[in-house]
């Protein structure tokens, strides 16, 4: 099989671009199509075993697009339109900015791997243009309204949907009036341990943005005056410092070595926000620690209450510090080694496995 790989954009690692590595493991001789893309980060982190091109569409040739591609946004289901796939047997797009809105051949096989529905025109629209600054507020409404059109339309070109958590299929049926076979993202647990010491702090990890609800955390900590170590930066970061207490500590963006050391000796995880999946949760079970998470969104997938960590269903600082009184009090007592055990159950094998049992169970001929 002819096969294409076709991303958003790629301009950072994160847990989009984790899938699409994954997937041209698979796939080596695939071409990958991207709006805009950091060629030289993309062929470090593919390295040699990716033999495929590198192609991009015409908002790769528009002025400052690496640093304001989304500003681009309105003409990219023109752009993805314009791609010439009628070589390939086989299409994967990566579904979270636009991507699934190729044509394809008609006896082409398109899988649509979803990391979520445009948040910034389905269930987040209102809080996007809330922080937006006024150009965007009077443009973007009817910008919006025919992005949704066209979102919903070319969902019809996608054969089979995946989605990587139940929270994306529901988002799924809810937008596009489709089923979606679940197959959760690859996680590298095989990069964490669960031999090291426990410390006695808590561990809040991730973009600092508001949907992610670090505030909560802060808040939470600073009544329960017990430690808590923030790492990442965002837009909040400045208006976190100033509401928290000194056992709040923050250090900003940490490379991996720093992140995997904390995760490994963290007394556990906070995960206030609602997220489609969320990685995280998975490293830090990986790494021995219990996730103490809001129970919305992708930690429904991960998080086992009781078992792996505890959720507490009220988005509030008064639930949370509820939850974490309960670890405090040894309510609950978590074995390292049976979070790790839960954890290995979303390794990166997995899910090549199961993208490779799709793809052959959806080429294989049909016998009459």
């Not at 394809?104 to 996007?128: F, G, K, N, Q």
């Not at 206030?272 to 992708?298: H, K, L, N, Q, W």
């Amino acid at each position: 099989m002819k096969v294409a790989i076709v991303h958003y954009w790629w301009l950072s690692n994160r847990g989009g671009e984790a899938v699409v590595a994954a997937l041209l493991e698979l796939f080596p001789d695939a071409d990958l199509f991207v709006h805009v893309c950091d060629e030289a980060l993309v062929r470090e982190t593919l390295g040699p075993g990716f033999k495929g091109r590198i192609i991009t569409s015409f908002i790769s040739r528009l002025p400052g697009a690496k640093r304001h591609y989304q500003k681009y946004l309105p003409l990219m289901p023109m752009a993805l339109e314009q791609l010439d796939l009628t070589e390939y047997d086989l299409v994967i797009s990566s579904e979270s900015g636009p991507a699934k809105g190729v044509v394809t051949r008609p006896d082409a096989l398109h899988i649509c791997y979803c990391h979520s529905p445009m948040r910034y025109v389905w269930d987040m629209y209102h809080e996007y243009v809330g922080r937006a600054g006024r150009l965007v507020r009077t443009l973007f409404p009817a910008i919006a309204h025919w992005l949704r059109v066209w979102d919903r339309v070319s969902a019809d070109r996608v054969d089979v949907f995946v989605a990587n958590s139940s929270f994306i299929a529901a988002r799924i049926r809810k937008f596009y009036r489709r089923e979606a076979e679940i197959i959760y993202p690859p996680v590298a647990t095989a990069s964490f341990s669960h031999q090291q010491e426990r410390g006695d702090y808590y561990l809040c990890l991730g973009q600092l943005v508001a949907y992610k609800r670090a505030d909560i955390a802060v808040d939470a900590f600073s009544r329960l005056q017990l430690p808590l170590v923030v790492i990442g930066e965002g837009e909040t970061l400045d208006e976190l410092k100033e509401r928290a207490a000194p056992n709040v500590k923050f250090l900003g963006r940490q490379p991996f070595a720093v992140v995997k050391e904390h995760l490994e000796r963290c007394k556990g995880l906070i995960f206030p926000g609602v997220e489609d999946f969320g990685i995280v949760p998975v490293e830090a079970m990986a790494s021995g620690a219990p996730v103490i998470a809001y129970g919305r969104g992708g930690a429904l997938d991960t998080v086992v209450d009781g078992k792996t960590g505890v959720l507490f269903h009220e988005q509030s600082v008064d639930a949370l510090v509820e939850a974490v009184r309960r670890v405090e009090n040894a309510e609950i007592r978590f074995e390292p080694e049976v979070l790790r055990q839960h954890a290995l159950s979303f390794d990166r094998q997995f899910f090549k496995q199961r993208i490779s049992d799709l793809v052959a169970r959806m080429t294989a001929p049909v016998r009459g």
